[in-house]
């Protein structure tokens, strides 16, 4: 196997057809405190990596449950996921319920803190240019992606939407964001990456809960 | 006349039902080098400000002179001008016809130096947050324009696009990049604030023109 990816929270090998991801201890965060829509490592916690993997599966497995086409294959160990390989898109695809986060910093005074959004939003992944917002047409012009994959990324993530906006609502909790990311694979869309604490926020009594407290809902 | 708003480039006074703007002669720019797509004052020129207003009184003709609907109503002398008073949607909206400026700094490597573009950028006109980059879900969801005023703003900036691409073609010049404003007035929109080298870049001999040098092509 082959490490094609060192990411900040997982190492991607290949294998054959396959992917194989390894998901690390590293907590994600904004100005060196712990957020999970943070987008730099500010520090480790043991059983992080396995937390975040039992919660991939299980949301991977919600969505392919309810017709959302992933990449998820199956889960190997504790710390290790087999997947289909895509050509991913380099595009995070934001679904944000309330104003939270990079939002608010953004668009300071205009926008209310938890103000209802309900709007799908995109950014360019790439760490260097600190993952910056694109409109469709210049996803479009840039050739990142056609309008036809940019509708059906809009469909599927207002359907996850749907999905998880009621998962949460039945544990009496509230999701606020998350991300998802698409690769293509035979001429179709695939949800890739993973679904996890790590790619989306959910409050409970006014707080964020971190990934281990969200493991505890899903179980 | 009450002064109503001092800014980079111009002060505004109220006049009743109208505005008037008075030109200054501040000259805009990037990272303390003069640069027409900058937004901060770097420094200042005799003339600059009653430049600006001859080639602002120029576009605004020709627009109107193109069924565009604009605010301006006369000049009063080389640094004022009388405009229609309107309700003013915080929006930049940028018509790029190739990659410039402050679109090769957002998402660097992925886009080629002029780069053919041919796209309507919304950002949202907030000095304090630098003017940040707005898609049109959020514009529409935060309550800054309806839909049907986006459609409106995007197809009246495509219409100018052609008209001032034609324009600068005909004086073997190319345009890259301009940005427009628009206000509401009884029920519909109007193309405000002003149309000169301050808001468009126009390149001749691989070079992009200062204010001074624009004019000379007007004229």
Same mark, same amino acid.
């Given at each position: 196997?082959?490490?094609?990816?060192?990411g900040k929270?997982?190492?991607?090998?290949?294998?054959g057809?396959f992917l194989?991801?390894y998901?690390?201890?590293?907590?994600?965060?904004f100005?060196g405190?712990?957020d999970t829509?943070?987008?730099?490592v *500010?520090g480790?916690?043991?059983?992080?990596g396995?937390?975040v993997?039992?919660?991939?599966?299980?949301f991977?497995?919600?969505?392919?449950?309810?017709?959302?086409?992933?990449?998820? *294959?199956e889960?190997?160990?504790?710390?290790?996921?087999?997947?289909?390989?895509?050509?991913?898109?380099?595009?995070e695809v934001?679904?944000r319920? =309330?104003?939270?986060?990079?939002?608010?910093?953004?668009?300071?005074e205009?926008?209310?803190?938890?103000?209802?959004?309900d709007?799908v939003?995109?950014?360019?992944k790439?760490?260097?240019?600190g993952d910056?917002?694109?409109?469709?047409?210049?996803?479009?012009?840039l050739g990142?992606?056609?309008r036809?994959?940019?509708?059906?990324?809009?469909k599927?993530t207002? =359907?996850v939407?749907q999905i998880?906006?009621?998962?949460?609502?039945?544990?009496?909790?509230?999701?606020?964001?998350?991300k998802?990311e698409?690769?293509?694979?035979?001429?179709?869309l695939?949800v890739?990456?993973e679904?996890?604490?790590?790619?989306?926020?959910v409050?409970?009594?006014?707080? *964020?809960?971190?990934?281990?407290e969200?493991?505890? *809902?899903?179980?």
């Amino acid at each position: 196997m082959r490490l094609i990816y060192r990411g900040k929270t997982k190492d991607v090998y290949e294998d054959g057809d396959f992917l194989i991801f390894y998901f690390k201890d590293s907590l994600l965060g904004f100005n060196g405190e712990e957020d999970t829509g943070g987008n730099e490592v *500010v520090g480790e916690r043991e059983g992080k990596g396995s937390a975040v993997l039992k919660q991939a599966e299980f949301f991977f497995k919600l969505l392919e449950k309810n017709g959302i086409k992933t990449h998820f *294959v199956e889960r190997i160990d504790k710390r290790r996921a087999k997947f289909l390989k895509t050509e991913r898109i380099p595009l995070e695809v934001i679904y944000r319920f =309330k104003a939270y986060g990079s939002f608010l910093r953004r668009y300071g005074e205009i926008v209310k803190p938890l103000q209802e959004l309900d709007i799908v939003e995109f950014t360019l992944k790439s760490d260097a240019l600190g993952d910056p917002l694109i409109c469709e047409e210049a996803i479009e012009k840039l050739g990142i992606a056609s309008r036809k994959e940019i509708e059906e990324m809009k469909k599927t993530t207002r =359907k996850v939407a749907q999905i998880l906006g009621e998962f949460f609502r039945n544990k009496g909790l509230e999701i606020l964001d998350f991300k998802l990311e698409f690769g293509r694979r035979k001429g179709g869309l695939l949800v890739i990456d993973e679904i996890s604490g790590d790619t989306m926020r959910v409050k409970k009594d006014g707080r *964020v809960l971190k990934q281990e407290e969200l493991l505890g *809902v899903i179980g």
